[in-house]
């Protein structure tokens, strides 16, 4: 059991290299030192986001959003809580359509909150509506299974 994972980083967006076994012990991340996979999410830049989800051996799962629209925000702290609950198996990122216009584009994203699923920085499965923390992760269980 010596399978090193790549993780990117929640808070400087680098990739680390962590043993699979390790996920669970707190890990670190070389370059800042931020927690690994303690459940935060990363706020993805149009520049951050084919890295993040292209180059990371957990899926990634990124929350296209806007802060003018009201089921985001009532959906922020649901998938800030999914995202503790899936530490170490699901990365969770998020991506302000209004800055991170490209990607937004790339994606097609018409409506918000859209949620898409990556792995290996494919889009295996998306969602719109906002979702409670416990739908969410029926929704993740379904894709993951
Ligand atoms: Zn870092």
Same mark, same amino acid.
């Given at each position: ?5 790549? /993780?990117?980083? !929640?808070?400087?967006?680098k990739?680390? +290299?962590? !043993?699979? &076994?390790?996920?669970?012990?707190? !890990?670190?991340?070389?370059?800042? $030192?931020? *927690? ?5 999410? *990363? ?14 051996d957990?899926? /990634? ?10 089921p985001?925000?009532?959906?922020? !702290? ?5 995202? $503790?609950?899936? +530490?170490?198996? /699901? ?13 937004? *584009? ?12 990556? +792995? ?5 499965? +998306? &969602? ?6 416990? &739908? ?7 894709q993951?299974?």
């Open positions: 059991m010596s399978d090193l994972l790549h /993780v990117g980083c !929640p808070h400087c967006k990739m680390n +290299r962590v !043993p699979a &076994q390790r996920l669970s012990d707190g !890990p670190k991340c070389g370059a800042c $030192k931020g *927690a690994l996979a303690e459940g935060a999410v *990363a706020e993805l830049s149009d520049a951050e986001m084919p890295g993040y989800t292209g180059k990371s957990l899926p /990634v799962l990124v929350d296209f959003w806007a802060s003018w629209c009201g985001c925000k009532t959906m922020a !702290p649901e998938f800030q809580s999914a995202a $503790k609950s899936w +530490r170490g198996q /699901v990365a969770f990122a998020k991506v302000n359509t209004e800055q991170a216009q490209q990607a937004s *584009a790339r994606f097609g994203i018409r409506s918000i909150p859209t949620l898409i699923l990556f +792995r290996n920085g494919k889009e295996i499965a +998306r &969602q719109s509506g906002a979702m409670q923390a416990s &739908q969410l992760t029926a929704w993740l269980r379904t993951l299974g």
